[in-house]
């Protein structure tokens, strides 16, 4: 079955540390994303890549960072710059054409600072 | 930059009540999306709209594409307790990115 994985589901921090969270996709998407979402919060765009060995920043950026050098994985470290890290991270793909068919999201990574 | 102004941000009905949602923008979309998130998940598409006034039904839900292209909603008939979720509305312009509205979060009471 083609989807999106992230892993792990639960992940907790100590503060001051970077934390790596993976997304990987088989739907051969070229468009990878990752928004942030918190408690009653609609979805906050942090970085996206629209091809291999090319991304851009979102609207919430800063404390981030990404990296795509396979078009099937798009990883997020969330570093220690990051003010206020816990959250729930969704990463999501999609096929970069002319007809939009949405996005197809993981079922997403709760972050805690402890 | 683009925003979706998303209404009401939550509802509390009761079972097999019918629920209405909707999203407004200042800026015009060629593409509408209705996603439902359920709790702890990512959320998931639910109905897509590509034509100006289009109307699209997906079992017990109905969606509209806006003549003006700058609006859209989401009903849902016959409300059902698996109903409840987190539904955001999306609209793409341009720049094929999405802009997700802030979500309706439903609860229904059995």
């Known amino acids: 079955d083609g989807g999106i994985t992230q892993s792990p589901k639960y992940l907790f921090r100590k503060e001051g540390q970077n934390v790596t969270l993976s997304c990987e996709q088989n739907?051969?998407?070229?468009?990878m994303y990752w928004y942030r979402q918190d408690p009653g919060q609609g979805l906050r765009l942090i970085y996206y890549?629209?091809?291999?060995?090319?991304?851009q920043k979102g609207d919430i950026a800063e404390g981030y960072s990404v990296s795509r050098e396979k078009k099937e994985s798009f990883p997020l470290t969330v570093t220690s710059a990051q003010k206020n890290p816990t959250a729930f991270y969704l990463c999501a793909s999609s096929i970069d054409g002319r007809r939009h068919y949405g996005y197809t999201f993981g079922s997403g990574t709760r972050l805690t600072v402890v | 930059g683009q925003q979706l102004n998303q209404s009401p941000q939550s509802m509390f009905i009761q079972e097999g009540e019918d629920v209405s949602m909707n999203c407004t923008s200042s800026s015009i979309f060629n593409t509408w999306l209705w996603y439902k998130q359920d709790p702890g998940e990512g959320p998931v598409l639910l109905i897509a709209l590509y034509k100006a006034g289009e109307l699209t039904s997906n079992g017990r839900l109905t969606a509209q594409f806006g003549i003006t292209r700058k609006d859209s909603f989401l009903n849902i008939s016959a409300s059902i307790p698996s109903d409840v979720g987190i539904y955001f509305c999306a609209g793409v312009a341009g720049a094929q990115k999405l802009v997700f509205g802030q979500g309706t979060r439903l609860t229904i009471n059995p």
């Open positions: 739907l051969n998407h070229d468009a």
């Open positions: 890549s629209q091809i291999v060995n090319d991304f």
